[in-house]
């Protein structure tokens, strides 16, 4: 059974940083092509990308968050990270974890972020 779990969300100041973790068990990555990334849904608005990693390692990164943001992987890409600096009010938002291979879109359940002082 495939499971992705997020982590590393709390409560962060404006201006601070946080690592997002995602573990993801269950998955047989073998020599397909994937897509790794985080998305976040704040109240009210849609569920936006954050960022991508592709495996081949190309990433990719919403306008709002370049510059901020890094995303990678573990070495068995059993492990997807978002590190995330200089947090801004407007980043708050619950951040959830996607997997795509073999044509299956697969979610966690999602790590809530807070930016406020």
């Known amino acids: 059974q495939v499971q992705l779990v997020e982590s590393g969300g709390g409560l962060v100041q404006p201006g601070g940083s946080l690592r997002l973790s995602c573990a993801a068990t269950g998955i047989s990555f073998g020599f397909s092509a994937f897509v790794m990334g985080w998305y976040r849904q704040a109240p009210g608005k849609q569920r936006e990308l954050v960022a991508t990693i592709n495996n081949i390692g190309n990433t990719n990164y919403h306008d709002s968050v370049k510059g901020r943001a890094t995303i990678s992987t573990g070495n068995d890409r059993r492990m997807m990270y978002l590190q995330m600096s200089s947090l801004k009010p407007e980043d708050a938002a619950v951040y959830y974890c996607?997997?795509?291979?073999?044509?299956?879109?697969?979610w966690g359940q999602g790590t809530q972020v807070t930016v406020s002082s």
């Open positions: 996607n997997v795509k291979l073999d044509s299956r879109d697969y």
